[in-house]
Nanobody, 124 residues
Framework: QVQLVESGGGLAQAGGSLRLSCAAS????????MGWFRQAPGKEREFVAG????????DYAASVKGRFTISRDNAKKTVNLQMNSLRPEDTAVYYC?????????????????WGQGTQVTVSS
């Protein structure tokens, strides 16, 4: 089992950057695929970015491709989301998620473990 704790959210101006981190506990983290999701008020939770167990395969939502970068450090048991060129529509609660499979996935039912979320607010 894996427990996930996000950090790094906050307020940014449009065009600015933020870096989210997710710290994981548990001995099997290195075999888990991980992802970042977000949920804006009144909207469903949506996939943002994901990567496989090694970090060698990544995937991004079309809305963030080219602006966000997901990465992981299995030795430190962390997953990061570097967010550049932020837009007001990126405002949401961001969640780190893990699944006990090596292959990445892009839908919420595929993930078994979730953090509590961190708020990201982008002002125009």
């Amino acid at each position: 089992q894996v427990q996930l704790v996000e950090s790094g959210g906050g307020l940014a101006q449009a065009g600015g950057s933020l870096r989210l981190s997710c710290a994981a506990s548990g001995r099997t983290f290195s075999s888990y695929a991980m992802g970042w999701f977000r949920q804006a008020p009144g909207k469903e939770r949506e996939f943002v970015a994901g990567l496989n167990w090694s970090g060698g395969i990544t995937d991004y939502a079309a809305s963030v491709k080219g602006r966000f970068t997901i990465s992981r450090d299995n030795a430190k048991k962390t997953v990061n989301l570097q967010m550049n060129s932020l837009r007001p529509e990126d405002t949401a609660v961001y969640y780190c998620a893990g699944r006990p499979y090596t292959r990445l996935a892009t839908t919420t039912p595929d993930y078994a473990y979730w953090g509590q979320g961190t708020q990201v607010t982008v002002s125009s």
